[in-house]
Nanobody, 125 residues
Framework: QVQLVESGGDSVQGGGSLRLSCAAS????????MAWFRQAPGKGREAVAY????????YYAASVKGRFTITQDGAKNTLYLQMNSLQPEDTAFYSC??????????????????WGQGTQVTVSS
């Protein structure tokens, strides 16, 4: 069973930056597909960013493109989400996902098998 552990969530002012980490119990290379999702109060889970860990291909939600960057450190089995120019609308519970099912879609939470416990990001105006 793959375990994912997120960290790095915090409360920041608008315009600030945070870096989230997702430590995996196995190599990110073996997981192949990893992503960050978020869920704001009263809203559904939203895909934020995706990485194909063997080719470093990435995809981003339109709302974060140019502000957020997804990266990995293979030596540390860790996925990161660098978040810059944070806005109050980025306030949400952020979760790391891995284990995309065969034929799955990167931005569909139901298509991932493994999830971390999540970390809270709060951005004040």
């Amino acid at each position: 069973q793959v375990q994912l552990v997120e960290s790095g969530g915090d409360s920041v002012q608008g315009g600030g930056s945070l870096r989230l980490s997702c430590a995996a119990s196995t190599s990110t290379y073996s997981l192949v597909h990893m992503a960050w999702f978020r869920q704001a109060p009263g809203k559904g889970r939203e895909a934020v960013a995706y990485m194909h860990t063997r080719g470093d291909f990435t995809y981003y939600a339109a709302s974060v493109k140019g502000r957020f960057t997804i990266t990995q450190d293979g030596a540390k089995n860790t996925l990161y989400l660098q978040m810059n120019s944070l806005q109050p609308e980025d306030t949400a519970f952020y979760s790391c996902a891995a284990g995309l099912v065969f034929g799955g879609r990167w931005n569909f939470s139901s298509d991932y098998k493994y999830w971390g416990q999540g970390t809270q990001v709060t951005v004040s105006s």
